[in-house]
């Protein structure tokens, strides 16, 4: 549907925007001739690193003895943090994470040196042999225990709008509790990797599988002392990232530089994934208190929470995980009178980072488990309570962070989604099921997604990109987003083409280099294909004005009135070939190259007051989950999944809808079956694929339909399309809610089931143990 207001777009007979064309790269991926950066020829000479770990959670170095290391099989240097020329930091915004680990530990897993060795192998095993004498000191593991100690990276910050006490107290009806929400490992199947090469005259070339290119060329050179200049960053795809490689690469890339540098010679690095797990920070775990007040109709009146998170040692990007995790608590809900407050806990263990929703679904199932906890109080479904609460007009479509929400169309898409699910048939269905089965339970929810695009941090939504048109009438796009599988080549080339008048086979992306577009951000917050793209597009417009003014000129008539489809330019009655029309542009001098740049406008963002601007637009979505419960075992299955989203004007269809996919399933296994656990020790167990379990093919429901929702993005986003990325990892909230209702069914849904995420089958058997004490005449 389109947006009240919203201009429609006429329908053009060629397009290569909003088709569904295949992955740029899906044949070679298929066929295994994909490049990672572990694929790439090594160069004649290469050695190999390894990283030694901390054995302890908090420690002083008292004694590093590593001569057994240094005389293991094929060991050919050990470097320390004295080995380091330049700043021992690889810290993404505050300065406080150290490459190598300087006298004092901080986790289990954090590397104290690097060992180069003629094989991967060899330097895996020398690794570890060194020996450490230890200083030991009391160590933090959990958010609980950070706040118990006051213990924190960053200023706890705090978000209030209207009178939370006021209202609060005045509520007829209210709900106070708890709610722990744990973390996920990326588990990107291509684990962290880089490759420096030395070059001439003090240059670098880092090959280093990386969403952040640039953040990487400055940790490089920043590590060996040098310019930025001298230090190339190339990253052609990788083989998934999910933020796991935004700032968590930067070690990787620091590491192997260092050694190349020292030894003048080439250093690949490549993590074992017990290692890379050691090592990198994850997504944060949250602990919630909450004290909320409603009507009775429940209608929420006062909402307050306190949010404390596990940030790790050091600060990375918990700051701005955090502040979206403030900026997402309403989800889809207008919030009269709010007091949002969150803290970064500084804890004994890996340094956590950005996660696919960098805190948006943190933020938001808080709100979420708020609601399914009044509707059950008030013997009520919790998707009236939730509609009941949703974002209008007339003063409720004000943000508490002050951003008037002038996009809002959950109503419809829930609206339609409620109907083509027959929600309403199979909640009956499934409470005459629940009546008859005293061990099976079935539970059912329908969720709400509406989630901010855009960077936290204004001057980062920006972007740059090169387009070459050759004499032959092929096309070369480079652009400073990074290819982790989602498709942003595939989009960017689509728009060229488009721009262009071509179809897509004349277009090609190349690697993302910082040697070609500088300065880029981050492939990160969703932004990827509406940064770059619009930049692309930028570039290729100013190629296709320069050849509508070349034609005009050898065939008559306006450039306005130029036309470029259908790999043909149109021009007074003319019909030329577009590689022709670019031989003759050639040979009369006309620049057929451009670069191009785009700046999202009308961003802006107050930290101390927590107020602005901070996104573009809301992406919106809803899922309906159906689950079976064995409440005996704790065991459970996905039956059916119905997910409805919001891509605006889809720039590829197909692309977006695996994005949905995808995403549904990795938010799955956050709240049920990826459980980080670390010991007393400090150290995580759950770090290789025998004890932590993402989702696997037999977990995807049988029945698992998804579409997009007809749409049209108020903003002048790329050609009206809408994000894709991070978003549609907030629908699996109603898988989560699905179990906690098939659990609440055992006490008539009377009983609010204790239940944290994730939902392991432990963690079920918890509250149906907790549900079935609850009940009149339990012992």
């Known amino acids: 549907m389109n947006h009240p207001g919203t201009p429609v777009l006429k329908a053009v007979p060629w397009a290569q925007v909003g088709k569904p064309l295949p992955h740029e790269s899906a044949r070679l991926h298929v066929l295994g001739q994909a490049t990672y950066t572990d694929d790439i020829p090594e160069v004649q000479?290469?050695?190999?690193?390894?990283?030694?770990?901390?054995?302890?959670?908090?420690?002083?170095?008292?004694?590093?003895?590593?001569?057994?290391?240094?005389?293991?099989?094929?060991?050919?240097?050990?470097?320390?943090?004295?080995?380091?020329?330049?700043?021992?930091?690889?810290?993404?915004?505050?300065?406080?994470?150290?490459?190598?680990?300087?006298?004092?530990?901080?986790?289990?897993?954090?590397?104290?040196?690097?060992?180069?060795?003629?094989t991967h192998d060899n330097a895996r095993r020398a690794a570890r042999l060194g020996a450490v004498t230890y200083d030991e000191l009391p160590a933090i593991l959990t958010p609980q225990a950070a706040k118990a100690a006051n213990s924190y990276v960053l200023p706890p910050m705090r978000l209030a709008r209207g009178d939370y006490q006021g209202a609060f107290e005045r509520a007829p009806r209210k709900v106070e509790g708890q709610l722990y929400v744990g973390g996920q490992e990326q588990f990107y199947l291509e684990g962290q990797i880089s490759y420096a090469i030395p070059k001439e005259d003090s240059g670098m070339l880092v090959l280093c599988s990386t969403q952040h290119p640039s953040e990487m060329q400055h940790v490089v050179a920043h590590a060996l002392g040098r310019h930025?200049?001298?230090?190339?960053?190339?990253?052609?795809?990788?083989?998934?990232?999910?933020?796991?490689?935004?700032?968590?690469?930067?070690?990787?890339?620091?590491?192997?530089?260092?050694a190349a540098a020292h030894l003048k010679r080439p250093v690949k690095l490549r993590a074992d994934r017990d290692d890379d797990m050691l090592v990198t920070g994850k997504r944060h775990c949250f602990h919630y208190e909450y004290a909320v007040g409603y009507d009775d109709e429940g209608k929420i009146l006062a909402a307050k929470v306190d949010m404390v998170t596990r940030a790790g040692y050091s600060a990375d990007l918990s700051g701005p995980v955090a502040t979206r995790a403030v900026c997402h608590f309403d989800n889809t809900y207008y919030l009269s009178d709010v007091d949002i407050r969150a803290a970064c806990g500084k804890t004994n263990t890996q340094s956590n980072t950005a996660f696919r929703g960098f805190g948006g679904p943190q933020g938001a199932i808080a709100i979420e488990y708020i609601i399914d906890e009044i509707a059950r109080a008030l013997g009520r479904d919790a998707l009236d309570i939730r509609r009941l609460n949703f974002y209008g007009a007339g003063g409720t479509d004000v943000t508490p962070y002050g951003q008037v929400?002038?996009?809002?169309?959950?109503?419809?898409?829930?609206?339609?989604?409620?109907?083509?699910?027959?929600?309403?048939?199979?909640?009956?269905?499934?409470?005459?099921?629940?009546?008859?089965?005293?061990?099976?339970?079935?539970?059912?929810?329908?969720?709400?997604?509406?989630?901010g695009i855009a960077f936290n941090v204004t001057h980062l939504n920006q972007a740059g990109a090169l387009v070459h048109v050759y004499v032959d009438g092929s096309i070369l796009v480079n652009h400073g987003g990074t290819e982790m599988g989602q498709g942003i080549n595939t989009k960017v080339m689509q728009v060229v083409a488009h721009e262009l008048g071509v179809d897509l086979a004349h277009v090609r992306a190349s690697a993302t280099d910082t040697s070609k577009v500088a300065n880029t951000s981050a492939t990160a917050a969703s932004t990827g294909a509406d940064?770059?793209?619009?930049?692309?597009?930028?570039?290729?417009?100013?190629?296709?004005?320069?050849?509508?003014?070349?034609?005009?000129?050898?065939?008559?008539?306006?450039?306005?009135?130029?036309?470029?489809?259908n790999n043909t330019v149109f021009a007074n009655g003319h019909e030329v070939a577009f590689c022709d029309l670019v031989q003759k542009a050639y040979l009369a001098r006309v620049q057929l190259w451009s670069d191009g740049f785009y700046a999202t406008p009308g961003l802006h963002w107050d930290p101390k007051t927590m107020s602005g601007h901070p996104f573009s637009y809301y992406a919106y979505g809803a899922a309906v989950a159906e689950v079976v419960?064995?409440?005996?075992?704790?065991?459970?299955?996905l039956a059916r999944a119905d997910v409805l989203y919001d891509a605006g004007q889809s720039l590829n269809p197909?692309?977006?809808?695996?994005?949905?996919?995808?995403?549904?399933?990795?938010?799955?296994?956050?709240?049920?079956?990826?459980?980080?656990?670390?010991?007393?020790?400090?150290?995580?167990?759950?770090?290789?694929?025998?004890?932590?379990?993402?989702?696997?093919?037999?977990?995807?429901?049988?029945?698992?339909?998804?579409?997009?929702?007809?749409?049209?993005?108020?903003?002048?986003?790329?050609?009206?399309?809408?994000?894709?990325?991070?978003?549609?990892?907030?629908?699996?909230?109603?898988?989560?809610?699905?179990?906690?209702?098939?659990?609440?069914?055992?006490?008539?849904?009377r009983v609010d089931p204790p239940l944290n995420a994730p939902a392991t089958s432990e963690e079920i058997l918890r509250a149906v143990a907790a549900v079935e004490a609850a009940l009149p005449g339990a012992a």
């Open 405 to 451: 929400v002038v996009d809002n169309v959950i109503h419809e898409l829930v609206a339609e989604l409620e109907q083509s699910s027959d929600y309403r048939a199979r909640r009956d269905a499934i409470a005459r099921f629940n009546r008859d089965s005293p061990v099976l339970k079935r539970g059912l929810a329908l969720t709400p997604v509406k989630f």
């Open 531 to 565: 940064l770059n793209g619009k930049a692309a597009q930028d570039a290729a417009r100013q190629i296709r004005e320069r050849l509508a003014a070349y034609a005009a000129r050898q065939y008559g008539g306006a450039a306005a009135l130029v036309r470029f489809s």
């Open 45 to 118: 000479g290469t050695l190999h690193a390894a990283l030694g770990l901390s054995s302890k959670p908090h420690a002083k170095i008292v004694v590093l003895d590593l001569a057994a290391v240094r005389a293991s099989a094929g060991v050919v240097a050990v470097l320390t943090v004295d080995d380091i020329p330049g700043t021992n930091d690889c810290g993404p915004i505050i300065h406080d994470d150290p490459i190598l680990a300087d006298a004092l530990v901080m986790y289990v897993g954090q590397p104290i040196f690097i060992v180069v060795a003629d």
């Open 228 to 258: 930025s200049h001298h230090i190339v960053v190339e990253c052609r795809r990788m083989g998934g990232g999910f933020g796991g490689k935004e700032s968590q690469s930067a070690l990787w890339a620091a590491a192997s530089a260092i």
């Open 629 to 637: 419960v064995d409440t005996l075992t704790g065991e459970w299955k």
């Open 654 to 749: 197909a692309i977006d809808i695996g994005q949905v996919e995808g995403a549904f399933i990795q938010g799955m296994g956050w709240l049920t079956t990826e459980e980080l656990w670390w010991n007393p020790g400090g150290k995580l167990m759950t770090h290789a694929p025998s004890t932590y379990k993402i989702p696997g093919v037999s977990d995807c429901p049988e029945d698992f339909r998804v579409r997009l929702f007809e749409n049209r993005n108020v903003e002048d986003s790329i050609h009206r399309s809408k994000a894709v990325g991070e978003p549609p990892l907030l629908l699996p909230f109603s898988v989560f809610f699905a179990i906690r209702d098939a659990i609440s069914a055992l006490g008539g849904h």
